[in-house]
């Protein structure tokens, strides 16, 4: 079945020590998504690739930086984790069209702790 | 920015009541869609709206898109233990890019069986 993996699951890390989350998708869309959710809270976005083209949110910290190597891979790499950082963060993906919004696919996501 | 409010924040039903989750938007939205997401899961996709006024249905669900494409709701009948979870609107203003999505707070909705 086509579908959005995250690796790993759950990840545990030290304040300020570097990680790396890894998404995977097999659906071959444009669109790959960086969310951030914190307990009860909606997906915050961090930042999408339409193909190769990066759009950073505004209010994303400058320490959360995303590669996009092809098609099917994204990374979301943490470069200095805060305790304020420790969250699920949700990969996504969609077909993409100018000013048009498909149906995102989210994965299992990944639960981060900060120690 | 464009901001998507929803409410309640909390529902708790007793199984076979039916829910309501409002959706309003301060700006004018070119869609709105609705996801679902389980304790302990992602979130998945309901259904999109697209047109003014508009109204769909899945089985004991109900979604409706208002006149003004600012607001929307989700209504379900009958409520079951199955409904359990959190479930989110999210809407997309015109001449955004890529589709990005605003999502609101959500609304948690609890079925006591």
């Known amino acids: 079945d086509a579908m959005v993996i995250q690796n790993p699951r759950y990840q545990v890390t030290q304040f300020g020590k570097p990680v790396t989350l890894s998404c995977s998708q097999t659906l071959n869309h444009n669109v790959m998504y960086w969310y951030q959710q914190k307990s009860s809270q909606a997906p915050k976005l961090l930042f999408h690739?339409?193909?190769?083209?990066?759009?950073n949110e505004a209010d994303t910290p400058d320490n959360f930086q995303s590669r996009r190597p092809n098609t099917s891979f994204c990374f979301l790499d943490i470069r200095s984790p805060g305790l304020g950082d420790a969250a699920m963060y949700l990969c996504?993906?969609?077909?993409?069209?100018?000013?048009?919004?498909?149906?995102?696919?989210f994965g299992p996501g990944t639960r981060l702790t900060v120690t | 920015g464009q901001q998507v409010m929803q409410i309640p924040q909390y529902q708790h039903v007793q199984e076979g009541e039916d829910f309501t989750t409002y959706c309003n938007s301060s700006t004018t939205l070119s869609n709105i869609q609705w996801y679902k997401q389980r304790p302990g899961g992602h979130p998945v996709f309901l259904i999109q709206?697209?047109?003014?006024?508009e109204v769909k249905k899945q089985k004991r669900l109900t979604f409706q898109f208002g006149e003004a494409k600012k607001n929307s709701s989700l209504h379900i009948t009958a409520t079951q233990t199955t409904d359990v979870g959190t479930y989110f609107c999210?809407?997309?203003?015109?001449?955004?890019?890529?589709?990005?999505?605003?999502f609101g707070q959500g609304t948690i909705l609890t079925v006591h069986p």
């Open positions: 709206l697209v047109k003014s006024g």
């Open positions: 999210a809407g997309t203003a015109g001449g955004t890019s890529y589709g990005k999505l605003t």
């Open positions: 996504a993906t969609s077909r993409g069209g100018s000013g048009w919004a498909y149906e995102q696919y």
């Open positions: 690739y339409y193909d190769k083209d990066f759009n």
